[in-house]
């Protein structure tokens, strides 16, 4: 069976690899166990690295190579084309992640952001919070 193909906003790669007991933490064995397919762009993976550089996250250049580490090597790669045709969305950072999921033809956009999930029933690719993508794959 192939396993669900899925962007993940940073805020949700950063709470599955940051905080190991928490609500997001099953993520990051779903993707090291290939149960789900993270995809990622240049884009939205220079967005990763700088955000695991903010001062309040107090990561060495070791620990951000460690957390690189553990999410990259699971993730499809793909090249987004320059301009994508997207819903306007309040955030310019958000613009990457829909451009990548449309691009890739993803099963769905993971995230908790609220920019993001407004617009839930006018993209074309599902958008989800991790809770319900979670109930979505564990209901038979």
């Known amino acids: 069976m192939t396993p669900p193909r899925l962007v993940l906003d940073t805020n949700v790669v950063l ?3 940051l905080f190991h007991a928490g609500a997001v933490s099953w993520l990051r064995a ?19 690295i700088r955000v695991l550089s903010y001062p309040k996250f107090r ?5 951000r190579e460690d957390l690189l580490a553990d999410y990259l090597p699971w993730c499809e790669t793909v090249i987004v084309a320059n301009p994508i045709e997207v819903p306007d969305c309040r955030d310019p950072f958000d613009r990457p992640f829909l451009e990548l999921a449309l691009t890739a033809r993803a099963d769905a956009l993971i995230t ?5 999930l407004i617009l839930a029933e006018t993209f074309s690719v599902p958008i989800l919070t991790v809770a319900a993508f979670k109930q979505r794959v564990s209901t038979p």
């Open 15 to 17: 709470s599955a690899l």
């Open 30 to 48: 779903a993707w090291q166990s290939e149960t789900v397919l993270p995809l990622a762009s240049r884009t939205t993976i220079a967005e990763f």
């Open 59 to 63: 990561l060495t250049a070791d620990e």
């Open 112 to 116: 908790g952001d609220k920019d993001l």
